[in-house]
T-cell receptor, first 112, second 114 residues
Framework: AQSVTQLGSHVSVSEGALVLLRCNYS??????LFWYVQYPNQGLQLLLK??????LVKGINGFEAEFKKSETSFHLTKPSAHMSDAAEYFC??????????FGTGTRLQVFP | NAGVTQTPKFQVLKTGQSMTLQCAQD?????MYWYRQDPGMGLRLIYY???????DKGEVPNGYNVSRLNKREFSLRLESAAPSQTSVYFC?????????????FGEGSRLTVL
């Protein structure tokens, strides 16, 4: 069965610092992987997705993620954090019945 | 373009009361989903509808029923609400054919059961 694990329920960075949010997946088939962002009191919106076309995926708001099959990872990064990046981030994998399985989320805090 | 619309946005119920959460999408998507979000647990799938006329259980279906009224609308019903059903509920939709699985979400319905 497919699953994702997000290491660290809370991550804090200073404005301008590197953002690194970790996601490891388990999948018996070539995975489709996603990162979603949730701002306070809003629904989730897609940041980026991996669909096997390229291992380095660029998303909105300067985020990117690299698919590493050997490490079964799909970590999310941004070179320089902005105050507006404070939100909760979810990694997800599409399972073999075509549904999305979500991780437990990582809340990102950005300090000035 | 409204996307996915959920009503109501907030609701307070007493234990044992019933209610229906409504969801409508205007993107002509085939598949629709209901998730619940609880602190530290991410999003868990309650029910989904792969196409008009079909519904299937997800990870946590107990205590809920759904109706796929037509292609646009997918409702979630709590017949006898319990405090354990206090949560934020999200409806989502996506096109299946030729699609890599991206979900489009509503803004959520915040339910408190006293």
């Amino acid at each position: 069965a497919q699953s994702v694990t997000q290491l660290g329920s809370h991550v804090s960075v200073s404005e301008g610092a590197l953002v690194l949010l970790r996601c490891n997946y388990s999948s018996s088939v070539p995975p489709y992987l996603f990162w979603y962002v949730q701002y306070p009191n809003q629904g989730l919106q897609l940041l980026l997705k991996y669909t096997s076309a390229a291992t380095l995926v660029k998303g909105i708001n300067g985020f990117e993620a690299e698919f590493k099959k050997s490490e079964t990872s799909f970590h999310l990064t941004k070179p320089s954090a902005h105050m507006s990046d404070a939100a909760e981030y979810f990694c997800a994998v599409r399972d073999n019945t075509d549904k999305l399985i979500f991780g437990t989320g990582t809340r990102l805090q950005v300090f000035p | 373009n409204a996307g996915v619309t959920q009503t109501p946005k907030f609701q307070v119920l007493k234990t044992g009361q019933s209610m229906t959460l409504q969801c409508a999408q205007d993107m002509n998507h085939n598949s629709m989903y209901w998730y619940r979000q609880d602190p530290g647990m991410g999003l868990r799938l309650i029910y989904y509808s792969a196409s008009e006329g079909t519904t299937d259980k997800g990870e946590v279906p107990n205590g809920y029923n759904v109706s796929r009224l037509n292609k646009r609308e997918f409702s979630l019903r709590l017949e006898s609400a319990a405090p354990s059903q206090t949560s934020v509920y999200f409806c989502a939709s996506r096109e299946v054919t030729g699609n890599t699985g991206e979900l489009f979400f509503g803004e959520g319905s915040r339910l408190t059961v006293l």
